[in-house]
């Protein structure tokens, strides 16, 4: 139980270091940010589209920026309450296992 718990926090531990450093460069520039998404997720500039097409013009920089922000807010939030839920089962687990191994003085 315990390894599995140490394992999530680890999983847990990376994805916040992860998102961070997410949040930190998309704060920065944002345009580069998306930009090396799409090169990074696309094998070709298919994503690249006029800027007059019904897609761009429905969905301007500004929607991805605040979509972005929302994610990672959430994520961050999430990831932050799942840390401190496996402190406290931790915390749990061996206050429990602990309970029957203190010796009496007689």
């Known amino acids: 139980k315990t390894s599995l718990l140490n394992s999530l926090s680890s999983g847990a531990s990376f994805t916040l270091i992860i998102t961070l450093i997410f949040i930190f460069f998309s704060t ?7 930009t090396g998404f ?3 997720t ?3 500039n298919n994503w690249l589209l006029d800027p007059s097409t019904k897609l761009i013009q429905t969905f301007p920089l500004t929607y991805f920026q605040e979509t972005i922000k929302t994610l990672l807010t959430t ?8 840390i401190l839920t496996l402190k406290i089962l931790k915390k749990g687990i061996k206050d429990y296992s602990s309970c029957g191994k203190e010796t009496t003085k007689t």
């Open 28 to 34: 920065i520039d944002f345009t580069n940010f998306f």
């Open 38 to 40: 799409h090169i990074i």
């Open 42 to 44: 696309f094998e070709t």
């Open 75 to 82: 994520i961050i939030f999430q990831t932050i309450a799942l």
